[in-house]
């Protein structure tokens, strides 16, 4: 009774835990609590949904960015951070929890600005152009202009605070024999009244210094010292400024003018002489010397190695101040030179050319010019992994005993060629030379006649070649190399290079597309029974595509082993001709060609209107040609019309034809 009494309560206790929890109501709350726009906050009316929102004066509301809170587990739309257009009010939805939403309606409006002074007045129409004196407590402005300013009708040049206006307007040409008033209204307030004075000296001033001398477009600015004793000014500008085109701000003696001009950029690489005119006409001459600062840099801008193949340019991290470079595998860095570019002016421990031993980090310390600081660089030389790879194999066709030359990147020693295929196996060649980037290896005389996989290995490592070699019957026609394996459509030549072709014969392409092959045969007349060439244009109307190609000569029937060829996309500018120099040449004239994508190897052909016939003009009869112009002269044996002009250049051709171009040309 007591064990199913415990079962029991177990039983109880255990429905009594399984009961869901009552849930936890999901939250109502959708309020914005604050929206702000930089330090601007929005006055928040949540009875009306409405936030208003002043920008300070010369703000754009047409691009704010807002910062919204909002009740906590809320969402608003448009997020927060997301900038807006507030030229128009902007509704903002915030949906609670619960799912449920409230719209506020944001407007904002930008302070009307106060300011309303008058910054600059000048008199630019008069030689020199006089500036007026400021007296802000006053609001007086006095103006001094030479003896023998007419002033009743001076144009005034005036700045003013931003947002407002002023009237009399700038520009406008005024009677300052008497005192003028000029009033500045501004967006909002009060309005400011100057009162301007303008008197004409009774003689000529003398002055003649210059009272400023500066570079403000440096940085930092440089201020010159003069001594006005020797007449003398001295700038001290900062190290690697370009100091052949400097533009100097010179301030001189009321009325008063310099030569050279304020703000015009002069050569100081050697002292350059101002001559400052007074206004009775006396002159001062200074002599204005530029000197380079020392240099305050300490760094090492750039650190490679010239001498390798590739050049191995290094990584610095200015931070940690270290240099990693990774060399070539092999390359012996017990000895490497190094080429460094440091900053201007600087000092180093160790002359940049100096060979040096990168077994272990170094350290290289570089002192700036002025000796003020120095930076310790460590530089880390690491040897890339070994990483077998075969970029090339010459050549593809072999006889038995023969020799093949393999390139890409290999061990020094205890390199493995071998050649296989489905019905042979593995059999290893014989290793003539071998270097960390050229095998030279024999096949053994032994060798069946057949196509076989290289598969070479060094240093545990496996590399499969991508093309069959042929070991073929010396006796046989053969197929040996290729002058390329991908050819531009239109544009690349096929060269061939073989041997026992024969005199004449077919040389096939085959592609494969599913389960279907397809093949085109072009008839040939091998040179010298060893080369044959197919013309880009003869490959034009071939499909880009792989193919497999092989020679079977006439004579005999027998066919070559294959070689495999792609033919790619021409990516090379298609010509355009625009034009022709004459719609009416004749025979013995000369003809020019204008247009764009015109290459050295370019043709120009003549087409006669009867026949449709091409005449092609021979180069020894074209004088110019460049890549938007031809010009030949025209010398053919027969009499045609032309009524076209084509050019093929980089496999592709434009023509030029028009109805006016209708000419008879007879020799």
Excluded at 109 to 137: K, M, W
Excluded at 300 to 319: G, H, K, Q, Y
Excluded at 403 to 412: A, P
Aim: hydrophobic share 40%.
């Amino acid at each position: 009774m007591r064990k199913i009494f415990i079962l029991s309560l177990a039983a109880f206790l255990a429905f009594a835990c399984s009961k869901d929890e009552p849930s936890t109501p999901k939250s109502s709350e959708k309020k914005i609590l604050k929206f702000s726009v930089d330090a601007q906050e929005g006055i928040i009316n949540d009875t009306t949904g409405n936030i208003e929102l002043i920008l300070p004066a010369g703000s754009d509301p047409s691009e704010q960015t807002p910062v919204i809170e909002i009740s906590e587990k809320a969402q608003v739309n448009p997020a927060s951070g997301v900038k807006q257009n507030f030229t128009q009010p902007v509704a903002y939805t915030v949906t609670a929890e619960d799912g449920t939403t409230v719209v506020y309606v944001v407007s904002m409006s930008v302070a009307r600005r106060t300011d309303a002074q008058i910054t600059s007045f000048l008199f630019a129409g008069l030689n020199p152009r006089i500036s007026a004196n400021i007296e802000e407590t006053t609001k007086t402005i006095v103006v001094e202009c030479p003896l023998g300013t007419d002033v009743s009708a001076l144009v005034p040049t005036i700045d003013i605070s931003a947002g407002a206006s002023i009237y009399p307007p700038s520009g406008t040409a005024q009677d300052f024999s008497t005192p003028v008033t000029y009033t500045v209204t501004p967006e909002e307030g009060a309005p400011v009244t100057y009162v301007v004075t303008v008197t004409v000296l009774k003689t000529l001033r003398e002055g003649r210094q210059i009272t400023a001398f500066s570079f403000p477009n440096l940085s930092p600015a440089v201020t010159a010292t003069i001594n006005e004793e020797t007449k003398v000014i001295e700038a001290f500008v900062p190290n690697g400024t370009n100091i052949t085109s400097l533009a100097p701000t010179i301030s001189v003696s009321p009325g008063a003018s310099v030569n050279p001009e304020s703000g015009e950029a002069r050569n100081f690489t050697n002292p350059v002489q101002y001559v400052v005119t007074a206004e009775n006409g006396h002159t001062t001459t200074y002599t204005v010397a530029v000197t380079l600062g020392l240099g305050t840099g300490a760094r090492i801008l750039a650190f490679s190695f010239p001498d390798l193949t590739p050049v191995v340019t290094a990584s610095i991290n200015e931070v940690a101040k270290t240099i990693t470079a990774i060399v070539p595998y092999g390359t012996d860095i017990t000895s490497l030179t190094p080429d460094l570019v440091i900053s201007d002016g600087a000092g180093i421990n160790r002359p940049s050319d100096e060979t040096t031993d990168f077994t272990s980090p170094v350290q290289y310390v570089v002192t700036s010019e002025d000796g003020e600081s120095s930076v310790t660089y460590t530089v880390v030389v690491q040897v890339a992994p070994f990483v077998l790879n075969i970029i090339n194999v010459t050549p593809l066709s072999v006889a038995p005993g023969g020799t093949i030359t393999i390139t890409g990147n290999f061990v020094e020693s205890g390199n493995i060629v071998r050649l296989y295929n489905a019905s042979i196996p593995m059999f290893p060649l014989n290793i003539i030379s071998e270097s960390t980037t050229a095998i030279v290896a024999q096949v053994p005389s032994t060798a069946a006649e057949d196509d076989y996989s290289l598969q070479l290995t060094a240093s545990g490592q496996i590399k499969e070649y991508t093309f069959p070699v042929k070991v073929y019957d010396p006796a046989l026609p053969h197929l040996l190399s290729l002058n390329k394996n991908i050819l531009m459509e239109g544009f690349d030549d096929l060269i061939i290079t073989g041997d026992n072709l024969g005199i004449s014969g077919r040389l096939y392409f085959e592609r494969k597309e599913g389960n279907t092959t397809y093949q085109i045969a072009y008839p040939v007349a091998p040179q010298e029974g060893t080369t044959i060439i197919i013309t880009g244009s003869s490959l034009s109307i071939m499909v880009l595509d792989d193919y497999d190609i092989y020679y079977e000569v006439t004579a005999t029937s027998l066919r070559t082993n294959k070689l495999r060829i792609s033919i790619v996309e021409n990516t090379l500018p298609e010509p355009t001709i625009s034009g022709i120099s004459t719609y009416e040449p004749c025979w013995g004239d000369v003809l020019t060609i204008t247009g764009s994508n015109f290459s050295d190897n370019a043709e120009v052909r003549l087409r006669d209107k009867n026949s449709g016939v091409e005449y092609i003009v021979h180069p020894a009869y074209i004088t110019t040609k460049t890549a938007t112009q031809i010009t030949f002269e025209i010398w053919l044996n027969t009499s045609i019309v032309i009524d076209a002009v084509k050019l093929i250049s980089n496999g592709k051709t434009a023509i030029f034809e028009e109805n006016d171009l209708q000419t008879k040309i007879s020799p």
